[in-house]
C-alpha cells in the first residue's frame, strides 16, 4: 500500500477530498476512464455537477455481487457525486475503456450489508473510511449500511454521447 489509512483519511477530512487527493482522483479518473493498465472494476463515474451543471468525474469500484453491479459511496451520504447523482435522478455515464449511459437505483438499507462488506474486500483504499473490519460478520455492516449508500447500476441500450 502505498498510502497508509491515517493520510487517506486525513486526505479525505470532513468527508470532502482536500488537495492531494483531488489531484490523485484526477489522475485516478482519467486512467480508470481510459481502462489503462488497471482492473475492469476500477471505474470513472461522470454526472453533471447539480449546481453548474458541468460533469464531473469520480473514480470508484464496482463491485460484483450475484450478476448485479454496485457502486458505494465510501465517504458517506455527503459524498458530493452522492448529492450529484440524486439531483441527476440516477442518469449517469460509466467510463472504462469506453463510455456507458447507466442508470442508478439506491439499495434499500437492509439490503446493503454483504454489498458493503464485499467492497471493502475489492477497494482496499475504501477500508480507512468505513469503520468495519472487511472480515467482520454481516450484523457489524448492519449497523454503519444507513451511513453508506450503494448503488444498482443499470446499463441502458444507447451509448454515450
Not at 68 to 77: D, K, P, Q, W
Not at 118 to 145: M, N, Q, S, T, W
Request: with cysteine.
Amino acid at each position: 500500500m502505498l498510502i497508509g489509512s491515517p493520510l487517506k483519511r486525513w486526505m479525505y477530512r470532513g468527508g470532502r477530498p482536500h488537495g492531494l487527493a483531488r489531484l490523485l482522483n484526477r489522475i485516478s479518473a482519467a486512467q480508470f476512464r481510459a481502462g489503462f493498465l488497471v482492473p475492469q472494476t476500477w471505474v470513472t463515474l461522470e454526472v453533471p455537477g447539480r449546481r453548474t451543471g458541468r460533469t464531473v468525474s469520480c473514480p470508484l469500484v464496482v463491485v460484483r455481487l450475484q450478476g448485479r453491479e454496485y457502486l458505494v459511496a465510501m465517504l458517506g451520504n455527503d459524498a458530493n457525486w452522492v448529492a450529484n447523482v440524486r439531483a441527476a435522478g440516477g442518469d449517469a455515464v460509466l467510463g472504462h475503456g469506453r463510455r456507458e449511459r447507466i442508470h442508478l437505483s439506491e439499495v434499500p438499507v437492509d439490503q446493503r450489508p454483504p454489498i458493503l462488506r464485499l467492497y471493502l474486500a475489492k477497494a482496499p483504499g475504501a477500508r480507512p473510511h468505513i469503520p468495519v473490519d472487511r472480515h467482520a460478520p454481516l450484523e457489524a455492516f448492519a449497523a454503519v449500511a444507513a451511513g453508506y449508500p450503494v448503488f444498482l447500476v443499470t446499463r441502458l441500450e444507447s451509448p454515450a454521447p
